[in-house]
């Protein structure tokens, strides 16, 4: 059994800043991708960031610059640094990954139960 577990969200003030955590958990035998998604009210689910095994990055264009996508291999666990949050920000935050599990040696990809973050004064 693997699961994602996320941390992290809340209110804050525009202009403020934020971080999400994201631990996985269970039989894991190796991780991919990870990566943040998130879905405001009426609005489909989108690729907010994502990080390779290697580190490598990307963002959608309207967190570049404000937003950092972090890992950590050895606690399987992936960050969410957000600053200068807008009001626009405002949505559930999932967490995203493809994990290998020990039992099945498959690859599957998981999502975590989602955090909210509110950006308003």
């Known amino acids: 059994q693997v699961q994602l577990v996320e941390f992290g969200g809340g209110l804050v003030q525009p202009g403020g800043s934020l971080r999400l955590s994201c631990a996985a958990s269970?039989?894991?035998?190796?991780?991919?991708?990870m990566g943040w998604y998130r879905q405001a009210p009426g609005k489909q689910r989108e690729l907010v960031a994502a990080?390779?095994?290697?580190?490598?990055?990307n963002y959608t264009d309207s967190v570049k610059g404000r937003f950092t996508i972090s890992r950590d291999n050895a606690k399987n666990t992936v960050y969410l640094q957000m600053n200068s949050l807008k009001p626009e920000d405002t949505a559930v935050y999932y967490c995203?990954?493809?994990?290998?599990?020990?039992?099945?040696?498959?690859?599957?990809?998981?999502w975590g139960q989602g955090t909210q973050v509110t950006v308003s004064s």
């Open positions: 995203n990954a493809d994990i290998r599990d020990y039992i099945r040696l498959q690859w599957r990809n998981y």
């Open positions: 269970g039989s894991i035998f190796s991780i991919n991708a």
């Open positions: 990080i390779t095994s290697g580190s490598m990055t």
